[in-house]
């Protein structure tokens, strides 16, 4: 009951309040980065239900939540702009928070078009990688573990995602020796490709440049993807897309990898 109580006045989480007061700053904050087309929270609440339950219930830490409040309906035009200006918000809300709450961690975590949002924070976003190829996303740099955020962020994970690269040392599940791919768009489930009309242009790999960046943080990133996704792993079925939020076993083990980070 102390974990429910506590997730519910965390979610209201306000960083003025944080401010004035170091006593409204959690132990573990988590930021959500949510998918194409859903509404705030989303699906992602399975995961930081069982990080905060797990958190609090074996060291009583508190532990909440907050929505990175990205453009996530974007138009064809319009989705490099908002991806752009996504990973802008996503970087100022957490130096938001880590300023306020010097002594708070912080989780990172997104799925499948909020994950390549996320991995664009820590890889570095634009340079002709773009979502769909309806738009240029314009370049970003990439977070460096040396940056005033670098300490403060204790674990990144990330679901579905777009950006995924075959063979990474943070890639997990049985998708993990597959390329992404590009978002079809506009959002045609039935237009989602499978392999045998998968070409070139349609996977979806990060430059060296790009990935050596994201090596950095190999320690504390996770890139979660089963082989059936036709996101991350170009597979056929759309349902294992959201599978990561369906069971009890990926957020439990992503729970246990969150709390080895704290
Ligand atoms: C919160 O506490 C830290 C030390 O724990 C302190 O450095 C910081 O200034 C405090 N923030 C506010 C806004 O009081
Ligand atoms: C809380 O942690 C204890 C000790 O690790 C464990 O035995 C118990 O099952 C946990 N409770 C819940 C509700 O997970
Ligand atoms: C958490 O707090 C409760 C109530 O104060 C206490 O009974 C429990 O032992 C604490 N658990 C841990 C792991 O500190
Ligand atoms: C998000 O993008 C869509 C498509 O470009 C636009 O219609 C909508 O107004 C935008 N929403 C917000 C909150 O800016
Ligand atoms: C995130 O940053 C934006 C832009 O500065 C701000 O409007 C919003 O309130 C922040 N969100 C939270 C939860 O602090
Ligand atoms: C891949 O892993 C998922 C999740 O554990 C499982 O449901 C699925 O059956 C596996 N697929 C194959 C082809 O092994």
Redesign the pocket.
Known sequence: MRYSGLLVAATTSAIASAAANNATCNSVQIFLVRGHGESIPGLQTSITDAICHDVSNSSNKTCGFQSIAYNATSGAGTICQDQYDGIRLLRGNLTAYATACPNSRLVVSGWSRGGALVTDLFAGGGDGLDLTGTCVQPSSPALAPEEFLGPHIAAVVTFGELHHNADMAWNV???SAADGVRLPFPYLISAWPTKTLLTNAQRYRRPEAMLEKLSLWVDRFRDYC???DPLCAQGADVAAHS?YFQSA?WPGLVSEFVRSRL
Do not use: A
């Open positions: 599940g049985n998708g089963v082989v059936d599978s076993y």
